[in-house]
Structure formats: C-alpha cells, structure tokens
C-alpha cells in the first residue's frame, strides 16, 4: 500500500468519526426536547397535575428507550424484503450490526431515530394529560416505540421500504420525508386524536350545557414559553441531523437547514399572531403563540433539506393558520387535547408532506454521495413529475393515518372496555398528584395559594400576594 493510500484511509477513516460523532450530537440535542416537551406540559396543565406528567414524561423514555433498541430499531431499519417492505426482520438489540461504516444501521444511528421515536410518543402525552391512567399511557409507549414509529419509518427510510428513496425498487414514486412530517408528526398527531376521542374531556372542561370551555387558566406561562423555546433550539438538529444521514455533502446542507427552519418557524408565529389579532381584536396569550410558532417548527420538517429558505415564508405563513383552524375546529367537536398536539402534530405534518414535494428544488442524487438513488423536483417549481411525489406523499400521510387509527382504535377500547383508560373522577377532581401520590409537586406553603387558584377553574377567585409577603407566599384574597 502506498502511502498516498494509506492518508486516503486515515482521512475516509477520520470522515467516518466525525459523521458518527456529530449524529451523536445532533442525537443528543434532540433528547432535550424531551426537556422542553416537559416544560411545555407542565405548564400547560392544573397544578394538581405536575407529578403525573413528570411522570409520563420520564415513563417515555424508560420505556421507548428499551423497546426502540429491543425490536423497535429492528422493525425501522432491518431487511424487510421477507414482508415485502412493511417491517424489518432483523437487527434486533442491534446484535447483527457490522457494518458500522452505514451510518443508519450504526449505534450512533440508533440513537438518532430513538431520539424521534421518544419525541413521537411524548407527544400524545400532553394531548390526554389530566385524566389519562398510568396504565394506559404506558400501554401507548410500549406500542408507539414498536409497532407505530417504526414501522412507519421503514416505509420511509429504510433501504428496504416499500416507499423509500433509498430502495431503487420502491412500489410508489418515492416519498419525500427528511425529517419525520409523516413518520413522527401525523402518526403522533393522529394518536393523540384517536385517544383524546376515546379518553373524552375533562371534566372542567365542559360547561353546564356540555360544551367545550375555550379558555382555560394554565398553570404557568413562563413554562411553557421555556418549553417551547427548548423545542426550537433543539429542531435545528431535529431537522439538521437529516442531512448526515442522507447526503454525501451534508456540510453545505445544514446551513441550508438551519435558515429554513428558523424562516418557517418565525412566519408561523407572525402569521398566528396577526391572525389571532385581527379575528378577536386582542393579543393572544403566550402559550398560544407558542403554538403558531411549534407549527411553523413541524412544517419545516419534511422538506428541510430539498427547499430553499424563502420557501419557508409561504409554507411556514401556511402553517399558522392550520393551528388556529384545526384548534377552533376540535373545540366545536368536543376534542379536549390539553396542548393542541393535534392542531401542531397533525395539521401541520400534513401540511408539511404536502409542502415538500410542492416546493422542493434541490436534488438529491447518488453524484452528491446520497444514499438515495432517486431525484426530486417540486410542482411549484417547475417540475413536471411534482404529481408523482406530491400523490405518493399523499398516499402515504394516508396510510399512516389509517394504520394508527387500526392500531390505536382496538387497544383504546380494550382499556376503557376493563377500565384502566381514564382516572377514577375523584383523582380528576382533585387531582392525580393529592391522590395518588404524596401530596403536591410544590412546596406545603404554596399549597393553599393553588388550591384556591385550581379548585373552580371555570370561575376562578382573583387572587394576589401583598409586596412585603410574596417571599412568605402568603396569599391574601381580593
């Protein structure tokens, strides 16, 4: 071997490193989300309820954490030409891994998609929180990590999946998905519908003639906002992370990224907010905005690396609306979902699919070192062959709605048919954490200060602190 031969090993060598190591990190940034998913919920429930979802949130990832490396990740992204392309056979506990220099099959690899595997399943976590039993959640982890996400994903990016880019013997047109619109957003989006449907609404939520109270007081703001802000920063590698795993020259591709994610997030969240103001002549509260801005973030997703940023004033601009229209609309249908997972989840990963094969215009191609063979160009931007990827994604945001709900619909009868779906209405009344659990998330000073605040949410007594007490966090009622 020459020596000119051997530095060309070292630098493939050293390439390899440095893609595994920033997967890890890109990995590692999404976890956090987790974090900030946690914030966004607590903040958005009655105090009563804080332990429970801390709970959940942390049943998340015990749970998706073992069953995504058990058989889940074998599901995703194993040989799946014995089930034509449905699910994968094999690479469970990552034991057949060898090839570790294909970055999808890889440990760090691995981590990635757990990363989304965790982030779809806490998603429904918000939408029933309040009224949704231990048990029952912890029936949805386990199934989301095994049998939603990954089979989903390996339609979409598996070498072998029936509808993926990197299979050259694709059924469809293939689909056009970077950063899970259809694969983490609609399928988590569409099983919080499914279970908000059958858990029902809470019961503060509902007025003396049966409907829908609009306006609920949260727990806190500033948690929410946090949580949202944790959301953002962590979807630049959400999204960024796509391009290690897809390109060959994924260094000029993350900028790309980058731009276009914050341009679609930002239009989202001017669009929601000048919508909100012209409809109902006031400001909206801040966890609303926070919504239109978490749109806008989904919407980036199943395009980010084929679409240019300007693209993402129209799409993002889009995706505002959708929260607003789909948030009002589940309100008129007597759909409580706690967090609008639905309105951001759903509505915007459709829009999301819907938007990538419309305004892509940049084309992945095995010249550029991609792993997948086929090339993709966008109705809108002059592509003749835009309706074959625009109806394959179509084809497929339907699919994964109808097989959630196949999967989601029986197990949520099942619960409810034994009773183990919805909390005893004595726990929803007062509370999960005062029943079963210890007493209160926060300290006994602030106990009567959130009871008072809590107990009657529909005419809630004004209550405020006097300036020289607020250190003491004794409560003087108006």
Aim: with cysteine.
């Amino acid at each position: 071997m020459t020596e000119f031969e051997e530095w060309g090993e070292q630098i493939e060598s050293q390439n390899l490193y440095l893609k595994h190591y920033q997967l890890v990190t890109c990995a590692s940034i999404v976890i956090l989300m987790q974090l900030g998913f946690t914030f966004l919920e607590v903040g958005s429930v009655r105090v009563q309820f804080t332990k429970s979802i801390l709970m959940k949130n942390m049943m998340d990832m015990i749970f998706s954490a073992l069953v995504y490396f058990s058989i889940g990740f074998g599901f995703a992204f194993g040989n799946g030409t014995p089930t034509g392309g449905f699910m994968g056979t094999s690479n469970f506990f990552l034991v057949s891994n060898e090839n570790v220099s294909d970055i999808h099959h890889s440990p760090a690899g691995w981590m990635y998609h757990w990363s989304f595997c965790a982030t779809s399943a806490t998603i429904v976590a918000g939408a029933i929180a309040e009224r949704t039993q231990f048990v029952a959640y912890g029936v949805y982890s386990i199934v989301g990590s095994s049998v939603l996400y990954p089979v989903i994903s390996h339609w979409i990016w598996s070498d072998t999946g029936w509808a993926s880019r990197a299979n050259p013997e694709s059924v469809i047109s293939p689909v056009l998905d970077d950063a899970g619109g259809i694969a983490v957003h609609t399928s988590a989006g569409i099983c919080s519908l499914v279970a908000c449907y059958f858990v029902g609404p809470r019961q503060h939520r509902l007025d003396s003639k049966g409907n829908l109270v609009s306006d609920l007081p949260r727990q806190n703001q500033a948690f929410i906002v946090f949580g949202m802000l944790v959301l953002w920063f962590s979807w630049y590698a959400f999204n960024a992370g796509t391009a290690i795993l897809e390109a060959g020259n994924h260094e000029s591709l993350m900028g790309n990224i980058a731009a276009y994610t914050t341009v679609c997030t930002a239009s989202s969240g001017a669009l929601y907010l000048v919508l909100h103001m012209l409809l109902r002549k006031k400001l909206p509260e801040p966890s609303d905005l926070c919504n239109g801005i978490l749109g806008g973030l989904v919407c980036s997703t199943s395009g980010c690396s084929v679409i240019q940023p300007y693209y993402g004033i129209i799409i993002g601009s889009v995706g505002g609306a959708v929260v607003m229209a789909i948030s009002k609309l589940l309100t008129k249908l007597k759909i409580d979902d706690v967090v609008d997972a639905v309105a951001v989840h759903l509505g915007c990963g459709v829009w999301s699919a819907i938007s990538a094969p419309l305004f892509s215009d940049t084309h992945h191609n095995t010249n550029s070192g991609s792993k997948f063979k086929y090339s993709t160009c966008g109705l809108m931007t002059g592509c003749e062959e835009g309706w074959k990827y625009l109806g394959s994604n179509l084809l497929l945001t339907l699919l994964t709605i109808l097989y959630v709900t196949v999967v989601m619909a029986p197990i949520c009868l099942i619960l409810r048919k034994f009773k183990i779906l919805r909390i005893r209405n004595e726990s929803e009344r007062h509370g999960v954490d005062m029943v079963e659990f210890k007493g209160p998330a926060y300290s006994n000073d602030l106990k009567s200060r959130t009871t008072n605040m809590f107990n009657d949410v529909r005419n809630p007594s004004p209550v405020i602190m006097k300036r020289e007490t607020i250190t003491s966090m004794t409560v003087v009622e108006e």
